[in-house]
Structures are given as C-alpha cells and as structure tokens.
C-alpha cells in the first residue's frame, strides 16, 4: 500500500495586530486557511507513515476489516457514547485503545522484516510534553465541548521520538 499526503489544511485565527486598540467583533472569529504541499501529491515516509499508521489502526473499530477482524483500537467506536462515561472513564478507555494499537502495531511489524527502521514502532507513550510554548497534557478531555485530543508520544527503531494530536468531537 502506497500513502500520500495531498495537501494539508490549517485553520488559524487571523486577528488584528496585538498593538491595536479595537477590534470590531466581526473580525474576532475571522479565520485564515493555510494549505501546505510540497510535491503534488507526495509519498508519506518515515516517522509521518508510522504516524498515519497508529491513527488509522487507533481509530478503527475492532471487527470492521475483513481481513484482519482482531485489528483496530476502537477510539472511534467512543465516539456517541460520551455522555455515558465520566470523563475518568472515557480518558481510561482512550488510554487502553492507546496501548492496544500499540501491541497490534509491534505484532503486525514482526511479520514485515523490510519495514525500514524509522517505520518501526519501538514505544507509544500518554505523557505530558514539554513544547516551547508549555505543557501539554497526553489526554485532553472537554466535556461541555464534547471533544477530546490525544497525543501519542512515539519512539521508533532509528531512535527518532515526536507525538502527534489526534482530536476527537464526540457527540
């Protein structure tokens, strides 16, 4: 299976300058999009492959490949039922969905021995990370939005660490 990545939205706040005195309320929740693409479309590799990899199996529900019915971690199966659990509970169940795409992700890797090594998955981790900008918590739970964020810290085989956020709406 061949992965591309074709282009990549961001949504950010565009304000006035910080030195201006007004802001009209019209202008508060004006956004600017960016889009970002090198090659048109470009094959994903190395940690970025590795990273869509641990989302894909993250959220797919157990049973739902036909090819492999034991495969997926089940976050997206949380998704609806949110108003029954705690938010202890959910931020439990997130963690085991975490760790379960984590056996299944080593597992899998045993049978690819040409899997190059910064495609193979040495460690997920819930932690907080340290960013020039603060800490950020592994799991971010926002029950009156009803959304959640997780970020998986990964380590792979060539010794390379970084973490990505998987944000969740869970109506």
């Known amino acids: ?36 693409s090198s090659d048109f ?24 490949d036909i090819f492999d019915v034991t495969s997926g971690g089940g976050l997206y199966s949380l998704i609806g039922k949110s108003s029954i659990y705690s938010e202890e509970d959910l931020s439990q169940k997130i963690t085991l969905a975490v760790m379960s795409t984590k056996d299944q992700i080593i597992s ?26 603060g800490i950020l918590e592994p799991i971010e739970i926002n029950m009156d939005e009803l959304s959640a964020t997780v970020r998986p810290v990964i380590s792979t085989a060539a010794g390379q660490i970084d973490y990505f956020d998987l944000s969740l709406n869970l109506p």
Do not use: C
């Open 1 to 36: 299976m061949i992965d591309y990545r074709v282009v990549h939205w961001t949504k950010e706040y565009d304000l006035a300058p910080p030195d201006s005195a007004y802001i009209d309320p019209k202008d508060r929740e004006r956004f600017k999009y960016n889009w970002t």
């Open 41 to 64: 479309p470009k094959r994903l590799g190395g940690i970025e492959r590795l990273k869509q990899r641990i989302a894909m199996v993250l959220l797919s529900t157990p049973g739902s």
């Open 108 to 133: 899998e890797q045993r049978l690819n021995l040409a899997l190059p090594l910064e495609e193979r998955l040495v460690d997920i981790q819930l932690r907080p990370i340290d960013t020039k900008y």
